[in-house]
């Protein structure tokens, strides 16, 4: 077990907590996800070990691999934050707890139809794009309720929310609060869509200021990423 990640771990769970006290807001109702793309199983069972019990992954193989891989550890929740195409629906769906990436109808109607059964339900988020830049991912704030409307009607998704990664270009906070205005109008259509996936290693205080209830969280707990394999 690697001492520098314990403390890497408490010091990020400590800013969260500090950062939630300056908010008025209940460190309690906010989930920090790990995200533990490009390294090994290894560390996610590290990671387990410390109490850690959702994790984030990018990639549909990198994650299928992993959580077969660490099966045993049944309390664990990953959830998928890259870019989701409609050709691995199906293994997405299948190794995933919660998808935080649908932002166009074709992925979600991919993601319904992989369900394993007619009652089963996955737990998504509809990624909203806070950039200029339509090829980076997420649906633009004013396609965000029609597109709502579409997925609410897929009977095997349940619709918890909104994510964004801050543009590079703009003050996070002023990002962060462009996405809260997007929740509250996703909450004009699916009412207990209360989840706010937003915040990584450099602005999640700022996200917490905003609402964020969901944190993604790597580097400043993983340390730097190994090279992309
Ligand atoms: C990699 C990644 C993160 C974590 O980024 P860090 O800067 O390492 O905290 C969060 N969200 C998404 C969508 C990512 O791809």
């Not at 996610?44 to 850690?52: H, I, S």
């Not at 396609?143 to 270009?169: K, N």
């Not at 109008?185 to 964020?212: E, K, N, Q, Y």
Request: net charge neutral; aromatic share 4%.
């Amino acid at each position: 077990m690697s001492l520098s990640l314990s403390a890497r771990l408490a010091a990020v769970d400590a800013r969260i907590a500090a950062a939630a006290a300056d908010a008025g807001r209940d460190p309690g109702e906010i989930t920090r996800i790990v995200v533990t793309k490009f390294h090994p199983a290894t560390l996610v069972r590290e990671l387990y070990q410390l109490g850690v019990r959702a994790v984030g992954e990018n990639r549909q193989q990198e994650l299928t691999e992993k959580r077969g891989e660490l099966a045993e550890l049944a309390a664990l929740q990953w959830h998928f934050i890259g870019q989701a195409q409609t050709n691995k629906a199906k293994r997405i769906r299948a190794a995933t707890d919660v998808v935080h990436s649908v932002d166009r109808i074709a992925i979600a109607e991919a993601l319904d139809r992989a369900a394993p059964s007619p009652d089963s339900t996955l737990d998504i988020l509809l990624q909203v794009n806070l950039t200029d830049d339509p090829a980076r991912g997420g649906v633009t704030p004013a396609a965000l309720i029609p597109l709502a409307e579409q997925v609410a009607a897929l009977s095997t998704l349940r619709i918890r929310g909104v994510m964004a990664v801050a543009p590079l270009e703009q003050a996070p906070l002023a990002a962060f609060t462009r996405l809260a205005a997007s929740a509250a109008d996703l909450r004009t259509v699916v009412p207990d869509a209360s989840w706010i996936s937003a915040g990584m290693s450099h602005d999640f205080a700022d996200a917490i200021a905003c609402g964020a209830t969901h944190l993604r969280i790597g580097a400043a707990i993983t340390g730097p990423r190994p090279a992309r394999g």
